[in-house]
């Protein structure tokens, strides 16, 4: 069987172990936020032995305001290399609408655009291998759930159009949480979607000090030291997760999760492979927040892993994946 005939089950299953590449192509412009991807970084994730890469993308900052909404020619060309340095190594890769922003502010005034990026979108990359996946939209929030499941089959219909075998990820409301997951509808004939979560509970521990955050430089210090009551509080997420899979009978992607840097070491590695050991046991394929940025595994000072947070997360040191 070629890598475009497998099953959606076997293509889930392909996804494994990922990692995000954030606050490169989602700033409002690229390295505004200290980081510009590079092309080496797919090789250091390949040889890391990550499976997947999720690409988050400020697409509404680079179209149009009116329709037809057109997406700049140079943005689509920055997105282009940063596909084929993935396809070219084998790895997967989620594509998706990330901080869109004015859609969660003025909802009706925004979904045409939306549908209109989404159109653009799926046209020029209709002829990506099935490695490349679409994510609808990261994290959305303060759409009521009824008018969100809505947009979302009205998408799915549309990428359909030009990508009728290509898998659809997808978040519920309330920025991407379980609770959002579980209000989440999927269109039932569609046997290539996936829904998606994000997951950063406690989120005194791993948002501490996040200057993004109003009051979370109160926090600072708080310590996930893997107790009991620790561990089910996220075993019993998890098993929320698990139960939502079985009744919708939909696959489930843990698309991001991490703990902000200014959390120690030990609580972080501690927290990151328990919550990596709860999706394993699930077979619930993850990317982890993120590469080399503020909840960082790879340290672009020193150009180096930080090898206790990797190991956290792939189990083995980069030189046992080569």
Known sequence: MSEEQVSPMTRFEKLGRGINFGNCLE?????????????RFFDLVKAAGFATVRL?????????????YTIQDG??????????????????????IHHYEELMKDFAHHRGRFLG???????????QPASVLFELCNEP?????????????EAVALI???????????????????EGLRRLSLPREDPRLMATFHYYEPFTFTHQ???WV??????????????AEQKTSITTDFEIVERWRAENKVEVLLGEFGAYSHADMASRVGWTAFVTGEAERRSIPWAYWEFGAGFGVYDRETDTWRVPLLSALTSMLPSERL
């Open 117 to 127: 990026l989404w159109k653009q979108i799926a046209e020029h990359y209709r002829e």
């Open 75 to 96: 943005f689509f060309s920055r997105i282009d290399w940063a596909l084929r340095c993935a396809t070219q190594r084998g790895l997967h890769l989620v594509l998706n």
């Open 160 to 178: 359909r159009r030009s990508n009728g075998e290509r898998i659809l990820i997808v978040s519920g409301v309330s920025s991407g949480t379980i």
């Open 56 to 68: 988050p993308v400020r697409w509404s900052a680079h179209a149009e305001q009116t329709a037809p």
């Open 209 to 211: 000090d996040a200057y």
């Open 141 to 153: 929030f303060d759409i009521p759930f009824d008018d969100w499941n809505e947009l979302v089959a």
């Open 27 to 39: 700033s409002p412009i690229e390295g505004e936020w200290g980081m510009r991807l590079e092309e």
């Open 214 to 227: 109003s009051g979370s430089s109160a926090w600072l210090g708080t310590h996930w030291s893997g107790t």
